[in-house]
Each structure stands twice: as structure tokens, then as C-alpha cells.
């Protein structure tokens, strides 16, 4: 097993720990990346839901069209 992945907001009120690869890595510059993330580029990667585990006191969902 690969040592886990973890990270967080910047303020550090939610953390989050994923316990295996991403299932995808992307580097985009759509113009719904660029306007969530004020860059020209944003990279990130995603896992599987049942292989994250998020803590912290105000977790919340945005939803835009096909990305939650």
C-alpha cells in the first residue's frame, strides 16, 4: 500500500486523508476551471468516493453541471 494522500483547506478547518491513488489526474484550462480557480491552469486529482475521508466542521457540496 502506497502511504496516503492527505491535504486541506487552506485555513485548515477540513481535512481530508485518501487511502489510495487518484483514480484520475487532470490539468485543465476550460473556462469553468479558470473561473473557479482565477488561474489560467488548475491540476488536480481526483479519487473515489469511498476512499476518502474528510474532517472538519462546515463540509458542504457545490454542484456545476457535471462536477460536484
Given at each position: 500500500?502506497?502511504?496516503?494522500?492527505?491535504?486541506?483547506?487552506?485555513?485548515?478547518?477540513?481535512?481530508?486523508?485518501?487511502?489510495?491513488?487518484?483514480?484520475?489526474?487532470?490539468?485543465?484550462?476550460?473556462?469553468?476551471?479558470?473561473?473557479?480557480?482565477?488561474?489560467?491552469?488548475?491540476?488536480f486529482?481526483?479519487?473515489?468516493?469511498?476512499?476518502?475521508?474528510?474532517?472538519?466542521?462546515?463540509?458542504?457540496?457545490?454542484?456545476?453541471?457535471?462536477?460536484?
Amino acid at each position: 500500500m502506497t502511504a496516503p494522500h492527505t491535504g486541506g483547506c487552506r485555513c485548515g478547518a477540513v481535512r481530508f486523508e485518501a487511502s489510495a491513488e487518484p483514480h484520475h489526474i487532470s490539468y485543465c484550462h476550460c473556462s469553468d476551471c479558470r473561473r473557479a480557480s482565477g488561474a489560467p491552469v488548475s491540476a488536480f486529482v481526483g479519487f473515489m468516493t469511498d476512499q476518502v475521508a474528510l474532517d472538519g466542521k462546515a463540509l458542504k457540496t457545490f454542484e456545476n453541471g457535471p462536477v460536484t
